[in-house]
């Protein structure tokens, strides 16, 4: 039999595997409960969502240009993929790098 910590009195007992379940169900919500009671969570939101939106479009600004005939120089489309260093991180990334990377955290691409 599992184990888990009953949230009365958080007591460490032997369980079944549907207690158990419902152990781990209850402390999802209260995580999730947590979670959007933060008021910090929103400011957070919104600066990833646009980042992201921010990103998105300036890949599919390329094409859409190309498209409307206009002419980009090179070097201006390579300057989305250049690799940039911050100091004091060990690499570089581009900014397609950060927008490839945010796609495939969220299960998007």
Do not use: C
């Not at 998105?56 to 005939?69: F, H, P, R, T």
């Not at 990334?93 to 950060?98: G, K, N, P, T």
């Amino acid at each position: 039999m599992p184990y888990a910590l009953v949230p009365k009195d958080y007591t460490l007992k032997k369980v079944t595997t549907q207690q158990r379940a419902a152990v781990d169900a209850q402390r999802s919500h209260e995580n999730v409960m947590a979670l959007i009671d933060n008021p910090e969570i929103i400011k957070q939101l919104i600066i990833v969502a646009t980042g992201y939106l921010a990103l998105k479009e300036a890949q599919d600004m390329w094409e859409w240009l190309d498209q409307q005939g206009i002419n980009i120089k090179q070097e201006t489309k390579d300057a989305y993929t250049r690799t940039r260093t911050v100091p004091g991180a060990p690499v570089g990334v581009s900014i397609e790098q950060v927008l490839d990377a945010t796609l495939a955290r969220f299960g998007i691409k």
